[in-house]
């Protein structure tokens, strides 16, 4: 039959001949998918795009400032080693593989492209760990705007972070910037690699040196400092 309006379904949907398969509407603004008798995804009220819970979660701890965040996609598994992963795979006779693209621009709707700054974070990393209550970032690996973006011109660094016994944020430990510098305990760094001369670097000796310990062949050792 051809149906012209609205169809009125109280519960749910269910598969001719294989009734533990259905779409069905658990809550009000809900829609959820079910295989083999249980729930497998959802999208709630809020429009968030759940799979392997029902519900969202709402203890995420953002890794470059520490506050709140409820995800709008979330994946949950559990008590299944073989299934903590995500994948993503590409196949064609090239050199191209999978990737995974993370992008901002500043407008406030969306399909916006309105231009980044200087200093916009433009997508980041977080290793996060449950301290009973809330997921809490241990470390965090981010990419900003590293000078000022134009047409066909985006540069950027990347920085690494960890968090400190004792605190809940991040803190930036290593940095490449778009000349490709990289810094170390500097956010700042002048030369292809420049450790921040407050820190030491321990040598195999044990004498500690304001520098780079070099280790070559036997008897060409080099400190600097």
Known sequence: PTITG?????????????TNNAI??????????ETAGSERARIDSSGRVLAGTSSARTNFKNG???NGQTPTFQFETANTDEANSLSLTFGRNNT????ILLAKHRAATVGGTTVVQGGDRLGGLTFAGSDGTNF?????IQAQVDGTPGANDMPGNLTFSTTADGAIVP???MRITNAGNVGLNT???VARLHLDTTHYV??????AVSGIHLDGNPGNQHEHG
């Open 6 to 18: 609205d169809l009125s379904i109280a519960d749910k949907i269910v598969h001719t001949g294989d």
């Open 24 to 33: 069905r509407f658990p809550a009000a603004d809900t829609i959820a998918a």
């Open 64 to 66: 470059a400032t520490g």
């Open 96 to 99: 191209n593989g999978a990737e």
């Open 136 to 140: 809490q970032p241990a470390a965090l």
């Open 171 to 173: 803190t930036e430990r």
């Open 187 to 189: 956010t700042s760094p």
């Open 202 to 207: 321990k040598t195999n000796s044990g004498r």
